[in-house]
């Protein structure tokens, strides 16, 4: 289930980012590159699924 309708994300995947940016904020605030490849790789996963999700649906 989507966090609303605009934003791919479900809630378990709005935990992962939650975490990873938790870590990033206790490790001086900034993303390591391994962190940004692993929130974009989750996003776009989260895309693929919805646009699938819409072309059957249809």
Same mark, same amino acid.
């Given at each position: 289930?989507?966090?609303?309708?605009?934003?791919?994300?479900?809630?378990?995947?709005?935990? &992962? #980012?939650?975490? %990873?940016?938790?870590? +990033?904020?206790?490790?001086?605030?900034?993303?390591?590159?391994? /962190?940004?490849? &692993? #929130?974009?790789? %989750?996003?776009?996963? +989260?895309?693929?699924?919805?646009?699938?999700?819409?072309?059957? /649906?249809?």
């Amino acid at each position: 289930m989507r966090i609303n309708d605009r934003d791919p994300i479900n809630h378990t995947e709005a935990a &992962r #980012i939650l975490g %990873i940016t938790a870590v +990033a904020a206790l490790k001086g605030g900034r993303f390591s590159a391994r /962190q940004q490849r &692993r #929130i974009d790789r %989750i996003v776009e996963q +989260a895309r693929e699924r919805e646009d699938a999700l819409r072309k059957n /649906q249809k």
